[in-house]
């Protein structure tokens, strides 16, 4: 008896330590010119997209590459260069419209320079399933500013077209940054100076330069790098900024550990308004940070374990209200290149498992996705190879487990009528990295609509919960 109480406590303190389970390669992509440089990947019902770029010419001229992957058989479809003599080409968003047409999103130069990326436009590419390119579009328009490839744009329900959050012509003194507001062919519509998130002058050196966003119902929240002046030395911190949906400043923190380095690499803002992000510090530390919706830390978290440091570079929330953060380890002892990396935390901040896996070669995750309850897609880079690859938790949440009635769901042209049948009080619509999009009550309602949007595509959840159970459900856009 005591030997089983000894195994279950020894089991219990090791599931914050490792996993066994291993990561499924899908499919591979291999470029023969250079090393991948930027690697995301999207869903549809049948299919996943790898979607990135490859640097060339020492990172100054960047082809784009996006390859269509059978979900069912795991085999390559189609593989795609993107790639323009003159100019260089950053995809970065990649959505399916009504699982007919492929829509690409991607930065496009207008010039190319060893001491700038030039002036950007946004460049819209549109696919048939098969591969074959029916739209190249691109608007030449002057912006205010020349919009860096380095930053990401996004797809903005609120604009029903585009926007872009940018610091432009980082490497000079002088510096404000942008929102960009785009039209759904990529159309300029407005622009905003966002005063209150970057102040510089020679003498303070203070500056916040805008690395990425996340819109959520109540506003937009940027992330970037802050340049902060201490004394004679400079304090490279990262900051959160927190906009309302005319790009006017809510609140704004800095997060600034002891040695006063500290990147984000990737943020989630929850359905509470909490916002979660994963970065490293300058020891090279990788933490997770849970925050409220004033900036305040909830908790912090650090992955590390007892042989590896790790470094966080995705993060999502997933169906059951955990955290799974991918990217890259390094061994302690050894100084080896570095390994894929994988880690669940609840939302508590405790690592209930992470683990590392790969062989004698630089590589990392880029991006991950929740395809089933607790089943993922993770895209990941080894050098000149991207890799698409397919992970099962087994390690479910107690309201996994608990026995959910079902339900009944009619789909129809522009709707889904879905039969409550009492059980559930609460219904969300939640996408593959574990955004809410929609949340609303269903007390009391035999039935319920959900309507089709017309700005999302692809695979999205129907979560139900009630005081009892919680079911999940797919459905297709």
């Not at 003498?203 to 690395?211: F, K, P, S, V």
């Not at 937009?220 to 906009?243: D, F, M």
């Not at 609509?449 to 297709?476: E, P």
Request: with cysteine; aromatic share 12%.
């Amino acid at each position: 008896m005591r030997l089983i109480i000894f195994l279950c406590l020894f089991l219990t303190a090791m599931q914050g330590k490792s996993r066994a389970d291993e990561m499924e390669l899908v499919a591979d992509i291999m470029s023969s010119e250079s090393w991948f440089w930027r690697l995301s990947v999207a869903l549809d019902n049948d299919n996943a997209y790898l979607c990135g770029a490859i640097s060339v010419d020492n990172e100054y001229y960047l082809k784009g590459i996006i390859a269509q992957i059978d979900r069912a058989n795991e085999q390559v479809k189609w593989e795609k260069k993107i790639e323009d003599a003159d100019k260089t080409i950053v995809p970065q968003v990649i959505r399916v419209n009504n699982n007919s047409e492929i829509e690409l999103l991607s930065e496009l130069s207008l010039l190319r320079s060893d001491f700038t990326y030039g002036n950007q436009v946004v460049n819209i590419r549109k696919y048939t399933m098969g591969g074959e390119e029916i739209e190249n579009f691109t608007d030449s328009s002057s912006y205010e500013m020349a919009i860096q490839a380095a930053y990401p744009i996004r797809y903005d329900k609120d604009f029903q077209g585009l926007s872009v959050y940018y610091t432009p012509m980082s490497h000079h003194t002088n510096a404000f940054s942008y929102a960009i507001h785009l039209d759904s062919a990529g159309h300029f519509m407005h622009s905003a100076k966002i005063d209150s998130s970057v102040v510089v002058t020679q003498d303070t050196l203070e500056r916040y330069l805008i690395a990425g966003f996340e819109n959520h119902e109540d506003g937009v929240y940027c992330y970037g790098r802050a340049h902060i002046k201490n004394g004679n030395s400079e304090i490279l911190a990262s900051y959160i900024l927190n906009l309302d949906k005319n790009d006017q400043m809510v609140w704004k923190t800095i997060i600034s550990p002891d040695n006063g380095y500290f990147t984000i690499n990737d943020l989630a803002v929850l359905d509470n308004s909490n916002i979660v992000f994963v970065g490293f510090k300058g020891d090279g530390s990788s933490w997770v940070y849970n925050i409220d919706s004033k900036g305040e830390i909830i908790w912090k978290t650090q992955l590390v374990s007892d042989t590896y440091n790790a470094n966080g570079r995705s993060i999502i929330q997933n169906l059951s209200g955990d955290f799974i953060v991918a990217g890259s380890a390094n061994d302690k002892t050894s100084g080896s290149d570095g390994d894929y990396y994988l880690a669940k935390l609840d939302n508590e901040g405790n690592i209930r498992w992470q683990q590392k896996q790969g062989v004698p070669f630089d590589e990392y995750l880029t991006d991950i996705v929740e395809y089933e309850p607790n089943k993922y897609y993770l895209s990941g880079i080894r050098t000149t190879l991207a890799q698409l690859f397919k992970y099962e938790d087994n390690d479910v949440s107690v309201n996994d487990k608990n026995i959910a009635p079902d339900i009944s769901i009619k789909e129809f042209a522009d709707h889904y009528e879905v039969e409550n049948n009492y059980s559930y009080d609460k219904a969300e619509l939640v996408d593959i990295r574990g955004r809410v999009l929609k949340s609303f009550g269903i007390s009391n309602k035999l039935y319920f609509t959900v309507s089709k949007d017309n700005y999302y595509r692809g695979v999205f959840f129907l979560r139900l919960t009630g005081t009892k159970a919680s079911l999940i459900k797919k459905l297709i856009y």
